[in-house]
């Protein structure tokens, strides 16, 4: 290889990943599970690497709704992490992970997820306007009553099961992603 086209290579793939260096600059990303959750990407693509959402990411493609959440949305995920699995009583998890039981496991997984992209201020100024709560259409046909403590932004589903978002305004290409410590369940 003669020396000129060596740089010229070396120029060009420099260039490639300044490019790349800048651009996840440009980003707003946030830090969840021990990753970069990056607004250019949508919410499987970014939630596949969020070491503290496993779980959610294992329901997710049991239940089949991987191509809905790759879609073009937007949807408002509120996702619960592992320790809000955890809490479940022993043994949940894995019944709502059998085949046989996918109708049920997109009832939950879905219940956690509102068409629209609502970000913390947005679903802050419909408390405010609520007079202290917000009602939530789940794109399961249920509801979730939005609500604050402080500055701490809750969700409440209709059985009376609280759970705080614990890390707001992750922006995906297609919605918004909120971590929440607790599993909200449908009435079913």
């Known amino acids: 290889m003669k020396i000129e086209n060596f740089f010229k290579l070396a120029l060009a793939a420099f260039i490639f990943l300044s490019a790349n260096t800048v651009n996840a600059q440009m980003e707003k990303t946030k830090l969840v599970g021990g990753a970069e ?3 250019s990407k949508n919410i499987v693509a ?3 690497n969020s070491a503290d959402h496993t779980t959610l990411v294992a329901a997710v493609k049991a239940a089949g709704l991987v191509e809905t959440l790759q879609g073009a949305g937007p949807f408002t995920v509120f996702a619960p992490d592992n320790m809000a699995f955890e809490k479940l009583p022993k043994g949940t998890v894995e019944t709502l992970l059998k085949p046989g039981n996918k109708g049920q496991l997109q009832a939950v997984l879905t219940y956690h997820v509102v068409a629209g992209r609502l970000g913390s201020k947005e679903i802050a100024a419909a408390i405010k306007k609520g007079d202290g709560k917000a009602v939530l259409t789940t ?3 249920g509801k979730l009553t939005a609500w604050m403590k402080g500055k701490d932004l809750y969700i409440t589903d209709e059985n009376g099961g609280e759970s705080k978002v614990t890390i707001a305004d ?3 290409s297609n919605g ?3 971590s929440v410590d607790t599993v909200v369940l ?3």
């Open 37 to 39: 959750m990056y607004p």
């Open 46 to 48: 970014n939630a596949v």
């Open 139 to 141: 794109v399961q046909g």
């Open 170 to 172: 992750v922006w995906q």
């Open 176 to 178: 918004v992603i909120h």
């Open 186 to 188: 449908p009435k079913m």
